[in-house]
C-alpha cells in the first residue's frame, strides 16, 4: 500500500501541487488522470522519489519514503518497476540485456537463473525470441512490452505507469492495458497510472485520482465516474462526442 | 558559476560512491578503457605522425646554420613533443573525440529518462555512468600520449629522411642528447589531469542536460569548450609548478 499526505511541490513561483492525499491499495490500477498541466507527472515523479516534494509524506507499506536518503531508499527503490511514457529502455543493451539489468546488480542469482527469469518476463508480455533484438528495431508497443517486463523482473511490489497509451495505435493500447491489468490482478501489485487516455479510464480504472489546477478535484471509481456531477471532470472525460454519446448511452 | 562548480563537486562526490555491484562496474569500466583508447587510436595516430613530422620541418628551417649543431633539431622536436605536443593537442582532439561524445550520450540518456530509470532502479546513476568514464580517461589518456610521443618523434624521423635539411642520424643523436627525465614526468602528469578534465566535465554537462536533442547538442558542445579551455589552463599550471 502506498499513501501520500499532503503532497505540495512547488518549481520558483509555480506551484504545481497543492495539497494531495490518497491511499493506493494492492491489487488495484490506481489512475491518476487530469488535463495536461494538472500536475498528474509531477505527482508521479514525487511518489517514486525523482522529486522531492515541497512538503508532505510519501508512506510505502508504513515507511516514510520522504524522510529516506538515497540508500535508505535503496530497499524500497527495488522493489519498484516503472514504465516510462517512452518507455527509457537502455539503448546499448539488448532487449534481454534491458531485463537482466535489475538483476545484476540486487541479485546473487546465477547467468542461467536471471536468463530463466528474463525469458519468463517476456513470455508474460509475449515478447518469445526477440531476446537479442536492440531497442532501435522494437516498434512503440513493443518497447512498452520490453518496459513492462524489466518493470517486473525483479517482481516488484510497485507498479509506475506514466502514460502507457502515448503513441500507440487504440489496439496496442488496449492490450498494453489489459497486461497492466492482469499483472496487477495475479501478483497484487500496487500499480498507479498517470494517463489521460479514457479508454485505460473506462476499462481498467479501479480507483481514479483528478487532478485539476494541481489539487485533488475527484476521487472514486470507473463505475462512479460516469455519474458524477463534478463539471470539471465532466468537462474532461467527456469531452468528446463520441464519450457524450457513450454516456446518454449508460 | 559558482553554483555550477559546486554542482560539478557534488556530482564528482555521488560519482565514487560505493558500488552497488563492483563486477557490473567494472564491465562498464572496461567497456569506456576500450571506446576510449583503441577508438582514439586512430586518430591519435594521425595526427602525432604530422604534428611529429612538421615540428621537425618547422625546427630545422628556423635553426639550421652553420653555427648551430644539426643535433639541435632532434632535441627540439623531442622536448616540445613530449612536453607540449603529444599531450596538450591530443588532449584537445580527444576532448572532440571522446568528451563530445561521452556529453551527448549521457544527455541523451537523460532527455529519454534512461538516467530516470536508473534512479528508480535505486542505481547511483552518476557512479554507474560516469566513474567508468574518469577511470577509463585517467587511465586510457595517459597511454594514448605515450603512443603520440613515440608516434610524434617517429614522424620527426620520416621528415627527417624525406628532406636533406637534418640527416636521421643528426636527428636520432638529438633525440637522445641532454635528455631530462623530468619531461617525461610533466608529460604524464598533464596526461592524467587532462584524462579527469575531459571525462568529468562532459559527463558533467551530459548529466545536467535538461530538455531535448537540441539542448544534447548543446551539452556537448558546452563540454567540449569547457574541457579545452580548461586543459590549456592546466596545461599552464602544471608548465609552472612543474618546470
Same mark, same amino acid.
Given at each position: 500500500m502506498i499513501?501520500?499526505?499532503?503532497?505540495?511541490?512547488?518549481?520558483?513561483?509555480?506551484?504545481?501541487?497543492?495539497?494531495?492525499?490518497?491511499?493506493?491499495?494492492?491489487?488495484?490500477?490506481?489512475?491518476?488522470?487530469?488535463?495536461?498541466?494538472?500536475?498528474?507527472?509531477?505527482?508521479?515523479?514525487?511518489?517514486?522519489?525523482?522529486?522531492?516534494?515541497?512538503?508532505?509524506?510519501?508512506?510505502?507499506?508504513?515507511?516514510?519514503?520522504?524522510?529516506?536518503?538515497?540508500?535508505?531508499?535503496?530497499?524500497?527503490?527495488?522493489?519498484?518497476?516503472?514504465?516510462?511514457?517512452?518507455?527509457?529502455?537502455?539503448?546499448?543493451?539488448? *532487449?534481454?540485456? $534491458?531485463?537482466?539489468? =535489475?538483476?545484476? +546488480?540486487?541479485?546473487?542469482?546465477? !547467468?542461467?537463473?536471471?536468463?530463466? @527469469? /528474463?525469458?519468463?518476463?517476456?513470455?508474460?508480455?509475449?515478447? *518469445?525470441?526477440? $531476446?537479442?533484438?536492440? =531497442?532501435?528495431? +522494437?516498434?512503440?508497443?513493443?518497447? !512498452?512490452?520490453?518496459?513492462?517486463? @524489466? /518493470?517486473?523482473?525483479?517482481?516488484?511490489?510497485?507498479?509506475? *505507469?506514466?502514460?502507457?497509451?502515448?503513441?500507440?495505435?487504440?489496439?496496442?493500447?488496449?492490450?498494453?492495458?489489459?497486461?497492466?491489468?492482469?499483472?496487477?490482478?495475479?501478483?497484487?501489485?500496487?500499480?498507479?497510472? *498517470?494517463?489521460?487516455?479514457?479508454?485505460?479510464?473506462?476499462?481498467?480504472?479501479?480507483?481514479?485520482?483528478?487532478?485539476?489546477?494541481?489539487?485533488?478535484?475527484?476521487?472514486?471509481?470507473?463505475?462512479?465516474?460516469?455519474?458524477?456531477?463534478?463539471k470539471e471532470l465532466n468537462d474532461f472525460v467527456f469531452a468528446s462526442k463520441f464519450m457524450q454519446a457513450a454516456k446518454a448511452k449508460l | 558559476m559558482f553554483q555550477s562548480l559546486g554542482k560539478y563537486i557534488l556530482l564528482l562526490r555521488l560519482s565514487f560512491r560505493k558500488p552497488e555491484k563492483f563486477s557490473v562496474y567494472w564491465s562498464e569500466v572496461m567497456r569506456e578503457m576500450v571506446s576510449v583508447g583503441v577508438g582514439s587510436l586512430g586518430i591519435i595516430a594521425v595526427i602525432s605522425v604530422f604534428i611529429g613530422a612538421v615540428a621537425t620541418i618547422q625546427t630545422a628551417f628556423q635553426l639550421v646554420s652553420d653555427f648551430i649543431p644539426k643535433t639541435i633539431v632532434g632535441g627540439i622536436t623531442r622536448d616540445s613533443t613530449i612536453l607540449e605536443f603529444s599531450p596538450t593537442i591530443s588532449a584537445l582532439v580527444l576532448a572532440g573525440r571522446v568528451g563530445s561524445s561521452m556529453a551527448s550520450q549521457i544527455g541523451t540518456m537523460r532527455v529519454t529518462e534512461q538516467i530516470d530509470a536508473l534512479e528508480i532502479m535505486g542505481v547511483n546513476a552518476p557512479g554507474y555512468l560516469i566513474s567508468p568514464k574518469i577511470i577509463a580517461g585517467v587511465s586510457m589518456i595517459p597511454l594514448l600520449v605515450i603512443v603520440s610521443v613515440i608516434l610524434g618523434l617517429s614522424g620527426g624521423y620520416l621528415a627527417c629522411a624525406a628532406s636533406k635539411e637534418v640527416s636521421t642520424a643528426d636527428y636520432v643523436t638529438g633525440l637522445t642528447d641532454g635528455f631530462n627525465p623530468l619531461i617525461v614526468t610533466v608529460c604524464a602528469v598533464k596526461a592524467i589531469f587532462f584524462g579527469f578534465i575531459i571525462t568529468s566535465i562532459c559527463s558533467y554537462q551530459g548529466f545536467y542536460t535538461d530538455g531535448g536533442s537540441l539542448e544534447v547538442g548543446q551539452s556537448a558542445t558546452r563540454g567540449v569548450v569547457w574541457s579545452c579551455i580548461m586543459i590549456l589552463f592546466v596545461d599552464l599550471i602544471i608548465s609552472r609548478l612543474l618546470l
Amino acid at each position: 500500500m502506498i499513501e501520500i499526505k499532503d503532497i505540495y511541490k512547488t518549481f520558483g513561483e509555480n506551484e504545481v501541487l497543492k495539497g494531495i492525499s490518497a491511499i493506493f491499495k494492492p491489487g488495484k490500477n490506481n489512475l491518476i488522470i487530469g488535463g495536461s498541466g494538472s500536475g498528474k507527472t509531477t505527482l508521479l515523479k514525487c511518489i517514486v522519489g525523482l522529486h522531492d516534494p515541497t512538503k508532505g509524506d510519501v508512506i510505502f507499506n508504513g515507511e516514510n519514503f520522504t524522510d529516506m536518503d538515497f540508500e535508505q531508499r535503496v530497499p524500497i527503490r527495488t522493489q519498484i518497476g516503472m514504465l516510462f511514457q517512452n518507455s527509457a529502455l537502455f539503448d546499448s543493451m539488448t *532487449v534481454e540485456e $534491458n531485463i537482466m539489468f =535489475p538483476l545484476n +546488480l540486487f541479485t546473487t542469482q546465477s !547467468k542461467a537463473e536471471k536468463l530463466e @527469469r /528474463a525469458n519468463f518476463c517476456l513470455e508474460r508480455v509475449n515478447l *518469445v525470441g526477440k $531476446n537479442k533484438l536492440y =531497442p532501435s528495431e +522494437l516498434s512503440g508497443g513493443m518497447k !512498452k512490452r520490453v518496459g513492462i517486463a @524489466r /518493470a517486473i523482473s525483479m517482481q516488484p511490489k510497485y507498479l509506475f *505507469v506514466d502514460e502507457p497509451n502515448s503513441g500507440l495505435d487504440p489496439k496496442t493500447s488496449i492490450l498494453i492495458d489489459e497486461l497492466i491489468n492482469e499483472l496487477t490482478e495475479e501478483y497484487q501489485i500496487t500499480t498507479v497510472v *498517470v494517463t489521460h487516455d479514457m479508454n485505460s479510464v473506462m476499462g481498467i480504472g479501479d480507483h481514479i485520482l483528478f487532478l485539476h489546477q494541481g489539487k485533488k478535484w475527484w476521487e472514486g471509481s470507473n463505475k462512479e465516474i460516469a455519474h458524477t456531477d463534478n463539471k470539471e471532470l465532466n468537462d474532461f472525460v467527456f469531452a468528446s462526442k463520441f464519450m457524450q454519446a457513450a454516456k446518454a448511452k449508460l | 558559476m559558482f553554483q555550477s562548480l559546486g554542482k560539478y563537486i557534488l556530482l564528482l562526490r555521488l560519482s565514487f560512491r560505493k558500488p552497488e555491484k563492483f563486477s557490473v562496474y567494472w564491465s562498464e569500466v572496461m567497456r569506456e578503457m576500450v571506446s576510449v583508447g583503441v577508438g582514439s587510436l586512430g586518430i591519435i595516430a594521425v595526427i602525432s605522425v604530422f604534428i611529429g613530422a612538421v615540428a621537425t620541418i618547422q625546427t630545422a628551417f628556423q635553426l639550421v646554420s652553420d653555427f648551430i649543431p644539426k643535433t639541435i633539431v632532434g632535441g627540439i622536436t623531442r622536448d616540445s613533443t613530449i612536453l607540449e605536443f603529444s599531450p596538450t593537442i591530443s588532449a584537445l582532439v580527444l576532448a572532440g573525440r571522446v568528451g563530445s561524445s561521452m556529453a551527448s550520450q549521457i544527455g541523451t540518456m537523460r532527455v529519454t529518462e534512461q538516467i530516470d530509470a536508473l534512479e528508480i532502479m535505486g542505481v547511483n546513476a552518476p557512479g554507474y555512468l560516469i566513474s567508468p568514464k574518469i577511470i577509463a580517461g585517467v587511465s586510457m589518456i595517459p597511454l594514448l600520449v605515450i603512443v603520440s610521443v613515440i608516434l610524434g618523434l617517429s614522424g620527426g624521423y620520416l621528415a627527417c629522411a624525406a628532406s636533406k635539411e637534418v640527416s636521421t642520424a643528426d636527428y636520432v643523436t638529438g633525440l637522445t642528447d641532454g635528455f631530462n627525465p623530468l619531461i617525461v614526468t610533466v608529460c604524464a602528469v598533464k596526461a592524467i589531469f587532462f584524462g579527469f578534465i575531459i571525462t568529468s566535465i562532459c559527463s558533467y554537462q551530459g548529466f545536467y542536460t535538461d530538455g531535448g536533442s537540441l539542448e544534447v547538442g548543446q551539452s556537448a558542445t558546452r563540454g567540449v569548450v569547457w574541457s579545452c579551455i580548461m586543459i590549456l589552463f592546466v596545461d599552464l599550471i602544471i608548465s609552472r609548478l612543474l618546470l
